[in-house]
């Protein structure tokens, strides 16, 4: 059974602090080279390699992180 | 598969907790107060005890916990919310009570109110955020403070001769016979993040059954005070604080 996941940042609340990106086991997850109206790097989704495990999510100190996940075949 | 036939709300299986305000936090990015403010909301509104829930806020950079936890909550004069906490707990004891304070809150200027109420065994809830550090006011040197590290108060690093030990305040308490359940915990990585919501859980649910005090500590950083960028903090986090402060279960009543 495999999993697919993507994830939607809410980009104007990310403050860019990458806490995502180093705890990303499928190394999905960057900063993006836009700013949000706060200046910051927001973070953004790469590849199609997400499994949907919500470690992102878990360690974002500002919730910005939603999680979608699928079973695929 | 596609983006769009992902993206549907039946396959959600992470956001944020609906006890979560929309306001933006005021803390730095990668501040840890945001994500145990995120676990607290979370074990609140999964247990179901919003309208039966009473926080107490501290004196730090959390001192607008209020504004971020939709529940009811009480600010308290710096290092006083633990009195404040057995006042709230003692006029209505049908609520879960708890105080959220930081290391120079709670192991500094309001050392005498943690220590007696633990000692009296309040059936409170405090969650201790311990970085080290005074966050808000600088980053000067905590009773926590490692020995060696550098603050702006210690630039030379923290020496004991001069400034003393780091205060192993929640190993203290373990030893009154007041407390039920002493744990040290981190979110710094998404294991540690779900094990600290689990104690958090349990501590709540302790606080509910009058067996004592439950104190839970999550060893955090402050990436501002310590210069450090947010994952650099953790890094520095794993290899300097867990040796002084190991993480794991200090005490348990029920065990």
């Known amino acids: ?73 | 598969m596609n983006i769009e036939d992902i993206r549907k709300p039946e396959n959600i299986v992470y956001r944020k907790p609906a006890l979560l305000t929309d306001n933006i936090m005021h803390y730095c990015p990668g501040c840890s107060h945001g994500t145990v403010h995120k676990i607290v909301a979370e074990v609140i509104g999964e247990m179901g005890i919003q309208e039966k829930t009473i926080g107490i806020c501290p004196v730090g950079c959390s001192v607008f916990a209020y504004n971020y936890i939709d529940i009811d909550w009480q600010e308290a004069a710096h290092g006083r919310a633990p009195a404040l906490a057995t006042a709230t707990k003692r006029l209505c004891p049908d609520k879960y009570v708890f105080t959220y304070q930081g290391d120079g809150d709670l192991a500094s200027i309001g050392t005498a109110e943690i220590i007696h109420a633990c000692s009296r065994g309040e059936n409170i809830v405090v969650i201790f955020i311990n970085n080290g550090i005074y966050g808000m006011t600088g980053g000067q040197m905590a009773p926590t403070t490692l020995l060696g590290m550098k603050t702006s108060t210690t630039p030379y690093g923290r020496d004991a001769k001069l400034n003393g030990f780091p205060l192993k305040i929640t190993e203290m308490l373990a030893a009154l016979d007041g407390t039920a359940y002493i744990t040290r915990q981190s979110v710094h990585t998404a294991p540690a993040a779900r094990k600290a919501k689990n104690a958090i859980r349990k501590a709540f649910e302790y606080s509910d059954r009058n067996i004592g005090l439950s104190f839970v500590e999550i060893v955090s950083t402050c990436n501002s005070g310590w210069k450090l960028s947010p994952v650099a903090a953790n890094k520095w986090m794993e290899e300097n604080m867990f040796k002084e402060y190991p993480l794991g279960d200090i005490k348990d009543v029920l065990k």
């Not at chain 1, 996941?5 to 993006?32: F, W, Y």
């Open chain 1, 1 to 73: 059974m495999a999993f697919k996941g993507i994830i939607e940042v809410d980009t104007q609340r990310c403050k860019g602090c990458s806490v995502c990106v180093a705890n990303c086991p499928t190394h999905s997850i960057r900063l993006s080279s836009k700013v949000n109206g706060k200046g910051y790097n927001y973070a953004e989704m790469v590849g199609d390699a997400c499994i949907g495990c919500s470690n992102c999510a878990v360690v974002c100190p500002d919730s910005v992180i939603t999680v979608y996940r699928v079973k695929v075949q």
